[in-house]
T-cell receptor, first 112, second 114 residues
């Protein structure tokens, strides 16, 4: 079993839709959770970063962590064609600062 | 803030030659840098982790003698692909962190070995 599971998609939605991207994980020691956006042939860009459980909002993006279910989500409101990219979740534990675990990425396509 | 650059962005080299890729943290001191490889439509594969002034720690299956990593300063790490072969063609991405931040990625380097 992989440490982090993420549906590869592709996920295709019309412009303006609310998008929900998700990851599940198996290691209860994970405390830091990140979402990255990667455009084709570019490096990943850090979008959201949360610590432990709860929600974090930044503009049209909301990151949600449910540690009891080992489930994290990224919501995109009013999705735009420019949001079309691959979204990677990542996580790490409290003490092993340099050991990150990445999901395989979900490809999102927002149609105009 | 938190900008990481890579150079070159794209390189073509002949089989058997070596190629060096640079990774720089432009506005912070990177105590740790990471090198990843990414095949088309696949996720990131961590190759090695390097701390400034120390030898890199390679992931299982990554050849140390083929992928030479040097992290000589707090703002620069280099990856040298030695005796490159067509199967080394890939997208190489570095990332950096300053010890308290999360990883910030460079824009990637596309290597094509002919």
């Amino acid at each position: 079993q992989k440490e982090v599971e993420q549906d590869p998609g592709p996920l295709s939605v019309p412009e303006g839709a609310i998008v929900s991207l998700n990851c599940t994980y198996s290691n209860s020691a994970f405390q830091y959770f990140m979402w990255y956006r990667q455009y084709s042939r570019k490096g990943p860009e850090l979008l959201m970063y949360t610590y432990s459980s709860g929600n974090k909002e930044d503009g049209r993006f909301t990151a949600q962590v449910d540690k009891s279910s080992k489930y994290i989500s990224l919501f995109i409101r009013d999705s735009q064609p420019s949001d079309s990219a691959t979204y990677l979740c990542a996580m790490r534990g409290e003490y092993n600062f340099n050991k990150f675990y990445f999901g395989s990425g979900t490809k999102l396509n927002v149609k105009p | 803030g938190a900008v990481v650059s890579q150079h070159p962005s794209w390189v073509i080299c002949k089989s058997g030659t070596s190629v060096k890729i640079e990774c720089r943290s432009l506005d912070f001191q990177a105590t740790t840098m990471f090198w990843y490889r990414q095949f088309p439509k696949q996720s990131l594969m961590l190759m090695a982790t390097s701390n400034e002034g120390s030898k890199a720690t390679y992931e299982q299956g990554v050849e140390k003698d083929k992928f030479l990593i040097n992290h000589a300063s707090l703002t620069l790490s280099t990856l040298t692909v030695t005796s490159a072969h067509p199967e080394d063609s890939s997208f190489y991405i570095c990332s950096a962190r300053d010890g308290v931040s999360e990883q910030y990625f460079g824009p990637g380097t596309r290597l094509t070995v002919t």
